[in-house]
């Protein structure tokens, strides 16, 4: 069935906070092997102009996405989620993320479209620090299968 | 942005064709338990090949998101900061198919500047492979340089 087109720019309450912290950051540059030291050492961080360690570019992800929960799960929409797989993303950085951050999210639907039998679901996830300044915007599309018939 | 930038590529030393160094990046089942556990991404189509084979893939298939981590390596070790980077997008088009053997796969990513943009950024082209095909697709970076 066809998701709700009216659920198209619904915004969800934003998350609350994610700190993050110094040690997640480590963990996740050496779960993809980046040995650059801006995401390990303070004070290579701080020789770049950063106030501590950066994370990787992709780590807000496992914050955008945990928020996007929200949408996906959200019974009114009715989204199949054992159907969806992650078809695009994209960041648009205002700022590196870093550690002390405490990043809450805001999602929004920006787009429903049926094609091809498929259902795909555009969500942007706004991510805002402690003070309320923009860091990053994560766009997420997911695309859901049809369900066979039968 | 007023933090002070100090990439290692300047904006006039590069034009548009520059090529970045070609990367290449491993993965194997290890990476992905790894990956799954910092990221908290716990599919099993990520480390359970049985599962994996019932849903209809190949064989264990790497995170979309690990894939995106590797390619944009080859921009940030090119610029030396990270934290220059503005933009990054990704069309995941094909999963890596990783194995459970002694070698896994490997991810292929080259990088060509495609457009200088203002502000002393560029847009990078990537062009990201495994066993000779194409996984990621439109995948571009926006990068501010020296």
Same mark, same amino acid.
């Given at each position: 069935?066809?998701?709700?087109?009216?659920?198209?720019?619904?915004?969800?309450?934003?998350?609350?906070?994610?700190?993050?912290?110094?040690?997640?950051?480590?963990?996740?540059?050496?779960?993809? +092997?980046?040995?650059?030291?801006?995401?390990?050492?303070?004070?290579?961080?701080?020789?770049? +102009?950063?106030?501590?360690?950066?994370?990787?570019?992709?780590?807000?992800?496992?914050?955008?996405?945990?928020?996007?929960?929200?949408?996906?799960?959200?019974?009114?929409?009715?989204?199949?989620?054992?159907?969806?797989?992650? +078809?695009?993303q994209r960041f648009a950085y205002v700022r590196p993320v870093r550690a002390g951050d405490r990043l809450a999210v805001t999602s929004t639907i920006e787009a429903i479209k049926s094609v091809a039998g498929k259902e795909i679901l555009d969500i942007r996830g706004e991510v805002h620090d402690e003070a309320g300044e923009h860091v990053v915007t994560a766009w997420t599309k997911l695309v859901a299968r049809a369900a066979e018939e039968g | 942005m007023t933090q002070p930038l100090k990439a290692k590529i300047a904006y006039d030393d590069v034009e548009v064709g520059t090529e970045l160094p070609p990367r290449t990046f491993p993965v194997d089942r290890a990476a992905l338990v790894r990956y799954a556990g910092a990221s908290g991404d716990f599919n099993p189509i990520h480390w359970n090949e049985r599962f994996a084979k019932e849903v209809g893939l190949p064989d264990v298939i790497a995170h979309g998101m690990f894939t995106m981590a590797e390619a944009i390596r080859?921009?940030?070790?090119?610029?030396?900061?990270?934290?220059?980077?503005?933009?990054?997008?990704?069309?995941?088009?094909?999963?890596?198919?990783?194995?459970?053997?002694?070698?896994?796969?490997v991810i292929e990513v080259g990088g060509t500047v495609a457009a200088k943009l203002d502000d002393n950024t560029v847009r990078v082209d990537l062009l990201v492979t495994s066993a000779g095909q194409k996984v990621l697709g439109m995948a571009r970076a926006v990068v501010r340089l020296a």
């Open positions: 069935m066809a998701l709700d087109q009216s659920f198209v720019g619904r915004t969800y309450p934003p998350t609350a906070p994610y700190e993050v912290g110094r040690e997640k950051i480590r963990e996740f540059a050496e779960a993809v +092997g980046d040995d650059n030291p801006a995401y390990t050492d303070p004070e290579a961080a701080k020789a770049l +102009g950063h106030p501590d360690v950066i994370a990787p570019p992709t780590f807000v992800f496992a914050i955008t996405f945990k928020a996007a929960g929200q949408v996906v799960e959200d019974p009114q929409l009715g989204l199949d989620y054992s159907r969806v797989v992650h +078809g695009d | 080859a921009v940030t070790d090119w610029t030396g900061d990270p934290g220059a980077l503005v933009e990054y997008r990704v069309r995941f088009t094909r999963p890596v198919v990783v194995p459970d053997d002694d070698r896994g796969a």
